[in-house]
């Protein structure tokens, strides 16, 4: 593979903890190291940008691109290819070639040297309550917003216009729960 161009994008997380949460685009997936600098793949929640992964060897190879795998003179996988034509998709993330499979959708995987750890962050499931008590999502619900208006307007000089709607009261309400200095008008 030394010959095949790499292109990424770069960003930094500030720490990752938290920080890429607050960075990330939903519709993108993204490369990055945790705290204990272990590679950490983050898949977007609808599986729009797609990470491909296969190891080969002792090595674990991932890309968005699948043309970089046509390079490792892989076997394609007829099943896949049957799927294909007769449904118009492939099955639980695999691809035309053998033993190349995407990761799953809304997942976070950390590769080690035995095998790729990877665990859904978000679940989708037409018809089904996310969560029976209403209350609970909502206090999390509540402490998320909190915590950001809180993290985004630190060390900040805060203008806030009033419409007299939710939003805005909701902001000053905040803001002035933590003792900060907002100027409204």
Same mark, same amino acid.
Request: glycine letters at 8%.
């Given at each position: ?39 950490? /793949? ?11 992964? %296969? ?35 492939? /099955? ?15 997942? /976070?995987?950390?590769? %080690? ?57 909701? /902001? ?10 907002? %100027?409204?008008?």
């Amino acid at each position: 593979l030394a010959d095949v161009p790499i292109s990424f994008d770069h960003f930094d997380t500030n720490g990752v903890d938290g920080g890429l949460l607050q960075h990330a685009k939903q519709y993108q997936s993204y490369l990055y190291l945790d705290d204990r600098r272990r590679a950490v /793949l983050w898949t977007d929640h609808v599986g729009v940008s797609k990470i491909f992964h %296969t190891k080969v060897g002792a090595c674990r190879i991932f890309s968005d691109d699948l043309a970089v795998f046509s390079l490792l003179d892989l076997n394609l996988d007829h099943g896949m290819i049957a799927s294909f034509l007769a449904n118009g998709f492939m /099955l639980d993330q695999h691809t035309l070639y053998d033993g190349v499979r995407s990761l799953a959708p809304a997942s /976070l995987a950390i590769p %080690t040297p035995e095998n790729l750890n990877e665990r859904l962050y978000w679940n989708f499931e037409p018809g089904v309550d996310p969560s029976p008590d209403i209350d609970s999502v909502g206090s999390r619900l509540w402490a998320r917003i909190h915590t950001a208006v809180l993290t985004h307007t630190a060390d900040n000089d805060i203008v806030l216009p009033l419409s007299g709607g939710n939003d805005s009261t909701c /902001l000053l309400g905040i803001l002035s729960q933590a003792g900060r200095t907002v %100027t409204t008008f």
